[in-house]
């Protein structure tokens, strides 16, 4: 007797003991899907879902099957099953975000998000629900978050920033003023949009020189983006403050040099030449010789402010350094490419020789306007041929002909072929000479040249 209990008793607890180590069913899928048997998992999940077995760690298990599947959507719409027996699990929306993100559906996603928010607000989450309110261009949820959010340590800069402006935005500029002052202090130096704003801000609330104080300091960090000091400097110009718009733009100036003649022109043409003049006044700056592409640019830019007399102050003030000749025919150049000739009949005194044959093609031009083929011949002697770029050689073939006539022109040509130094783009208008005048042994030679240069160009023969 006694020992039929116990053999009872033994039956009985292996049986307990085995009920109690078989795998629930949510720990099953979670096993299949740990082992990448993904589609037994998806065999079992059926199974268990027809038999209508919905509770929250079946859905849970479930959901993590469907995405360890890379079924997103279908994960996202059995963890909503969870959520709605559980809907204080932080850690469950959290996750359901991301499925629907995944799932390419950030509705989806901010809608999971704010959920979570709502129980526990962190700045991770916000962070990604304002992000996602941007993307979906949900701006009245977007406002009306940043609003609600009293805990300063919860928002980014950038939110501070972007609340100022959706304030903006919403007319309601006293608040807006106040959260872009904030933002102002929390951003990073090259920040821009806000600033614009505030500073738009401050123009319309009559804060000129609270605007102008704060402008300077944004633009030593707009340095890599100088057209962002440009547009503060044009607003304040517009709104009629020459002395601070005048003070914004040297301080464009001093960051970025290289775009006063683009600043000058954009203030003229907004109608403030005054400003503009200013501008191009302390140019040169220093007491170095100015290049010739600055000085085209200052004459475009000039031409645009349409302030003549300044213009030609300049003009004279470079005239005036001895040390600077290249400057003078540059200057002289320049004005004669955007006028003629005529324009610079009251500085030709001031052009001298060790000027003009700075720039000798220019000088012979000059020469044969005024009728002196001497003075251009001596300029076009002096070209190294070398130094200049293809159609700089051809130019000064050109002015060759016109100064000598084509016969002497030819024999340079000819003479410089014997001696191996003519260039190559030359080459053909030595035949053009040679064909119109007739002369049969030059043209052959130049023939002869241009059949060397193509062979030499094509390289050796092929071998078949």
């Known amino acids: 007797m006694r020992v039929r209990y116990l053999l009872c008793l033994c039956v009985g607890i292996a049986g307990a003991s085995g009920y109690l180590l078989f795998p629930t069913a949510e720990e099953q899928l979670a096993m299949l899907a740990r082992d990448g048997r993904t589609s037994e998992a998806s065999g079992r999940l059926a199974e268990l879902l027809a038999l209508a077995q919905r509770d929250p760690a079946l859905m849970a298990a479930a959901a993590r099957v469907h995405e360890r599947s890379g079924r997103f959507k279908r994960a996202a719409e059995l963890l909503e099953h969870y959520v709605e027996l559980r809907p204080a699990d932080t850690r469950a929306l959290d996750w359901l975000a991301s499925l629907y993100e995944a799932a390419k559906d950030p509705a989806g996603a901010a809608q999971a998000l704010a959920r979570a928010v709502k129980l526990a607000p962190t700045r991770a989450r916000l962070s990604a629900l304002l992000d996602l309110y941007r993307l979906l261009e949900r701006t009245d949820e977007e406002r009306a978050l940043l609003k609600e959010t009293t805990d300063p340590e919860l928002l980014r800069p950038v939110d501070v920033e972007r609340l100022g402006v959706l304030l903006s935005w919403a007319g309601e500029r006293d608040a807006a003023l106040a959260t872009l002052r904030r933002a102002d202090a929390l951003l990073p130096a090259e920040s821009e949009v806000g600033?614009?704003?505030?500073?738009?801000?401050?123009?319309?609330?009559?804060?000129?020189?609270?605007?102008?104080?704060?402008?300077?300091?944004?633009?030593?960090?707009?340095?890599?983006?100088?057209?962002?000091?440009?547009?503060?400097?044009?607003?304040?110009?517009?709104?009629?403050?020459?002395?601070?718009?005048?003070?914004?733009?040297?301080?464009?100036?001093?960051?970025?040099?290289?775009?006063?003649?683009?600043?000058?022109?954009?203030?003229?043409?907004?109608?403030?030449?005054?400003?503009?003049?200013?501008?191009?006044?302390?140019?040169?700056?220093?007491?170095?010789?100015?290049?010739?592409?600055?000085?085209?640019?200052?004459?475009?830019?000039?031409?645009?402010?349409?302030?003549?007399?300044?213009?030609?102050?300049?003009?004279?003030?470079?005239?005036?350094?001895?040390?600077?000749?290249?400057?003078?025919?540059?200057?002289?150049?320049?004005?004669?490419?955007?006028?003629?000739?005529?324009?610079?009949?009251?500085?030709?005194?001031?052009?001298?020789?060790?000027?003009?044959?700075?720039?000798?093609?220019?000088?012979?031009?000059?020469?044969?306007?005024?009728?002196?083929?001497?003075?251009?011949?001596?300029?076009?002697?002096?070209?190294?041929?070398?130094?200049?770029?293809?159609?700089?050689?051809?130019?000064?073939?050109?002015l060759l002909a016109r100064t000598l006539g084509d016969r002497q022109a030819l024999a340079v040509l000819s003479d410089l072929g014997r001696r191996r130094v003519l260039p190559p783009h030359l080459v053909p208008e030595q035949a053009r000479l040679a064909a119109s005048l007739g002369d049969v042994t030059e043209h052959g030679r130049a023939m002869g040249e241009l059949r060397r240069l193509a062979q030499a160009s094509a390289g050796p023969p092929r071998i078949p």
């Not at 640019?297 to 030609?312: C, F, M, S, T």
């Not at 000749?325 to 000739?341: C, D, K, N, W």
């Not at 020789?353 to 000059?366: E, N, Q, S, T």
């Open 195 to 398: 600033r614009f704003v505030l500073f738009d801000l401050l123009m319309t609330f009559g804060l000129a020189e609270e605007a102008a104080e704060r402008a300077e300091g944004w633009i030593a960090g707009w340095r890599d983006k100088p057209w962002l000091g440009v547009h503060v400097t044009r607003s304040m110009a517009r709104r009629g403050d020459r002395a601070r718009a005048l003070s914004l733009g040297r301080r464009v100036l001093e960051a970025k040099p290289d775009i006063r003649f683009y600043l000058a022109r954009v203030v003229a043409e907004d109608g403030n030449r005054p400003v503009a003049t200013a501008l191009l006044e302390s140019w040169p700056g220093g007491r170095s010789e100015p290049p010739a592409d600055e000085i085209a640019q200052y004459l475009a830019a000039a031409e645009a402010v349409g302030d003549v007399a300044a213009l030609w102050r300049k003009v004279w003030a470079i005239l005036s350094e001895p040390a600077w000749p290249e400057a003078h025919v540059a200057l002289a150049e320049a004005l004669v490419q955007r006028q003629g000739f005529g324009v610079i009949a009251p500085i030709r005194r001031a052009l001298s020789w060790d000027a003009l044959r700075r720039r000798p093609l220019f000088g012979a031009r000059l020469a044969l306007q005024e009728g002196n083929p001497i003075l251009a011949s001596r300029l076009l002697a002096g070209v190294t041929l070398a130094s200049l770029a293809p159609p700089a050689q051809r130019e000064w073939a050109a």
